[in-house]
């Protein structure tokens, strides 16, 4: 197959990117580099592109016509989206909608899109199936929703098929050592908690202690990113099989753990102690975020291999 991987310099991407190519699929990365690394792509063709740019988009599809595009780029981050939601909406959604005309217009329509936890808000049960209610509570959330309703109509109206994967906490990197999660700045946790190991920072922040949890802390459910990027090939090939049904999935391990149990775990594996501070809460973090992976499981045949946590710590070490 040839896939488009757009966003593919990013974290998640250029995981994707290395495991399409050693499937033997000729992958392109697209990426305009905003919060993604160039050398992060170590296999295929990669192509600067804007998703905003309509030409440079039929330019490229016209050039390669892809079987299927693989959707990562984003904007991701909850807090900046609640202080700036224009570029949230524009980069998430509009952004998306432009590069959904280019695929209607050069009749590729094959679509796998990384959707979020966040389109559900604060969960009314645990662990969170697909059918939960979506009502997200920050700006990027919704502009990921829009895109999952914009897709449906898509779907009815111009026959695009999809898959789309809402994730909850993508964690870990390629053992090779050569791709890692490079944000700046960095809001995840366990890249935190590994700048702090390593000295590049002076502590690391608990925000919120007197959540009702097991400790008070948030509590996650964290997957590895070479099992997301496995996932994705499924969907992908579940796509190409023909008289494919657009469909949504849940993807997570479906084991939830505190914050403190992850800086814990990570003192107990590295053997290092570091400085922890307890901070407030910060605006739109849900006290508990567990993905039911059911339908995955019984469908794609989703079958992480890197699913306990001291594992997925150990792939940062
Ligand atoms: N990391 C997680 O835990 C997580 C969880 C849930 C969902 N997601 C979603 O997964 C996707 C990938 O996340 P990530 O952590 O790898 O992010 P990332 O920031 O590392 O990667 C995003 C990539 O998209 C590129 N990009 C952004 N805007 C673009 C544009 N307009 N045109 C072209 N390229 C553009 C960036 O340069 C970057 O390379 C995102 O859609 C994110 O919302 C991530």
Redesign the pocket.
């Known amino acids: 197959m040839t896939l488009f991987i757009?966003?593919g310099?990013?974290?998640?991407?250029s995981h994707m990117v290395k495991l399409a190519h050693l499937a033997g699929h000729e992958v392109i990365t697209?990426?305009?580099?905003?919060?993604?690394h160039r050398d992060a792509v170590l296999y295929g063709a990669f192509e600067y592109?804007?998703?905003?740019d309509a030409n440079r988009l039929n330019e490229l599809f016209k050039k390669y016509t892809p079987d299927a595009v693989m959707h990562?780029?984003?904007?991701?981050l909850v807090g900046e989206s609640m202080s700036d939601p224009y570029k949230y909406y524009n980069?998430n959604t509009v952004?998306t909608l432009n590069l959904l005309k280019a695929m209607i217009d050069n009749d590729c329509k094959n679509f796998i899109f990384?959707?979020?936890?966040a389109v559900f808000g604060n969960p009314e049960y645990i662990p969170i199936d697909e059918k939960h209610p979506k009502a997200p509570i920050n700006p990027y959330g919704k502009s990921?929703l829009m895109i999952e309703q914009m897709l449906e109509d898509f779907d009815t109206a111009y026959g695009l098929k999809y898959v789309v994967f809402r994730?909850f906490?993508?964690a870990g990197h390629d053992e090779s050592g050569k791709l890692t999660e490079r944000?700046d700045p960095e809001t995840?946790l366990l890249p935190l908690i590994m700048q702090t190991v390593r000295g590049e920072r002076e502590a690391i922040s608990i925000y919120g202690n007197d959540y009702d949890t097991k400790d008070g802390t948030c509590v996650r459910d964290y997957i590895h990113v070479n099992d997301l990027s496995r996932v994705h090939l499924q969907g992908v090939e579940y796509l190409m099989g023909g008289d494919a049904d657009s469909k949504v999935y849940n993807l997570g391990n479906g084991e939830g753990f505190s914050v403190k149990e992850i800086i814990e775990k990570v003192k107990e594996i590295t053997g290092k102690e570091f400085k922890v501070i307890e901070d407030d809460r910060r605006a739109g973090d849900p006290a508990t975020l567990i993905a039911s992976s059911q339908r995955a499981k019984k469908e794609l045949g989703f079958a992480p291999e890197v699913d306990k946590i001291d594992d997925i710590i150990k792939t940062l070490t």
Do not use: M
């Open positions: 757009v966003g310099a990013g974290y998640i991407g697209l990426d305009n580099l905003s919060t993604g592109c804007d998703i905003q990562f780029s984003a904007y991701s980069n952004g990384s959707s979020t936890a990921k994730y906490n993508a944000h995840h």
